[in-house]
């Protein structure tokens, strides 16, 4: 009867697994690098870490051109995302902050980690509090369930989005690739990529 009980609760539980599997497929992956060639239903990309890849493209793509601004374009209430380490103050210390449009508002909010470098985290936050310190800013930001206070320095990239087309996808172009997994075969979803050399910095 044990016996019985212990193989039921095991199926039970393979059960749960794969129909919580099924709901929640794998996040989409960020692939950062290179362009090194376009064509009509892939791309081949230099990773950062330089192995090269093909991946099939999406049918509807979605193509983002990041381009920067200027530090005073962060104002209260705008939302942000900011890819941060913890300085040796420990604080958090912004690598970059993008300013995104109001469409997309609420977009990624939280604070999590991030994979642009070891430790780095990712905070999607409305300014709910901005002070001025010459050149830098040391911003409050709130977001469901938290907040967090972030110190941006001067040399701090400060950017932006807009929507993009395929003429930015040429040879040598800076992107991150967004990709999911569909039918087994990675598949690249959108493509954030910089002009005339930029690099996304997030």
């Known amino acids: 009867m044990i016996k019985k009980l212990f193989i039921l ?6 059960f749960l697994s794969l129909t919580i599997s099924a709901q929640n497929p794998p996040a989409p992956t960020r692939v950062r690098g290179n362009i090194e060639k376009m064509d009509t239903d892939s ?3 230099k990773e950062r ?3 090269i890849l093909k991946i099939a493209l999406a049918p509807n793509l979605n ?11 962060i104002q209260e209430n705008a939302y942000i995302g900011t890819a941060t380490l913890t300085n040796p103050s420990g604080k958090l210390e912004a690598l970059e902050v993008l300013v995104f449009p109001e469409a997309m508002r609420g977009t990624g909010e939280g604070h999590y980690a ?3 470098m070891p430790g780095s985290m990712m905070t999607n936050a409305t300014v709910s509090q901005l002070r001025s310190i010459g050149n830098t800013r040391e911003l409050k930001l709130d ?4 907040n967090q206070v972030v110190f941006v320095p001067e040399n701090a990239p400060i950017v932006t ?3 993009g087309t395929f003429s930015l996808l040429v040879p040598q172009a800076n ?3 967004t990709v999911i997994q569909k039918d087994g075969q990675p598949v690249v979803t959108r493509i954030v990529v910089g002009k005339d050399g930029f690099k996304p910095p997030m």
């Open 143 to 146: 977001y469901k369930g938290g």
């Open 9 to 14: 609760t095991l199926l039970i539980s393979t």
């Open 43 to 45: 791309i081949v990309f």
């Open 49 to 51: 870490r330089g192995e």
């Open 63 to 73: 193509i983002t051109e990041v381009f920067p601004i200027k530090i005073s374009e």
């Open 114 to 116: 991030w994979d642009l």
């Open 175 to 177: 992107a991150i690739l």
């Open 161 to 163: 989005f807009r929507p």
